[in-house]
């Protein structure tokens, strides 16, 4: 099991750039791009020094589940649509719950394989190593990368998203880290027979405002490779 002090060097690796400990020590402002799947970025303004409380601060344990020995013998559905669990993966819950006008988006507290009225369909996210990385209160940018159009991209298979997934080590074991989301299915468009989710943005000043309805991570996927 992928404990704590793994979690918050995922966090760490996400928002230093990779610097090590030694060298994130003074680090006092994450403020970054980074390019992900499919063309979108993620902005990030952590206005603090980073230290272990500081992660501990966005996470939401209550919420954490661990998939890493689970395979799925039935279908799960979100939002109507069907869920592909992070099997292999653990999940780190992100602290969102009240963050927005309501909890609907989220679903219930509970894991039946049917979805409830009013949530939203589940996607994830992944970083390139290559890209300076981030994780953030402002959520997702839109990105250079336009193959379908520019916005923000996210795919509902974890498979995918493991491929521009980021790498880190941490005591000589290997992992890799995603994002998982809530998409609102009311911004979306479906791309490449499935594979991937666009929520475009087509005037930038107007992103943060459409992000918030649209894209929303609550969960940190953390896998060793």
């Known amino acids: 099991m992928i ?5 918050l060097e ?4 996400l928002c230093s750039e990779g610097l090590t400990s030694t060298q994130s020590q003074g680090f006092n402002v994450c403020s970054a791009v980074a390019d992900v799947s499919g063309g979108a970025v993620l902005q990030a303004s952590w206005q603090a020094s980073w230290s272990p409380k500081l992660g501990n601060e966005i996470l939401d344990p209550r919420f954490n589940y661990d998939f890493s020995n689970l395979k799925d013998t039935e279908k799960y559905y979100r939002g109507g649509e069907e869920y592909k669990r992070p099997c292999g993966w653990q999940r780190f819950a992100l602290k969102v719950l009240d963050k927005y006008e309501d909890n609907t988006w989220l679903g219930n507290m509970n894991r039946e394989t049917e979805s409830v009225p009013g949530e939203w369909p589940v996607s994830y996210h992944g970083t390139q190593e290559q890209y300076v990385k981030a994780i953030t209160e402002e ?3 839109p990105g250079p990368r336009q ?9 509902p298979d974890i498979k995918i998203a493991k491929d521009f997934a980021t ?3 941490w005591k000589g074991q290997k992992y890799k880290t995603v994002f998982q989301n809530r998409i609102n299915p009311k911004y979306r468009e479906i791309c490449n027979s499935g594979k991937y989710w666009l929520v475009p943005i087509k005037d930038k000043r107007t992103t943060q405002e459409i992000v918030n309805k649209a894209i929303r991570p609550y969960g940190l996927l953390v896998i060793k490779v």
């Open 10 to 13: 995922a966090l760490r690796v």
């Open 167 to 169: 790498g880190f080590s």
């Open 3 to 7: 404990d704590n002090e793994v979690v």
């Open 139 to 141: 959520n997702y940018k």
């Open 147 to 155: 193959l379908y159009g520019q916005g923000v991209y996210s795919t």
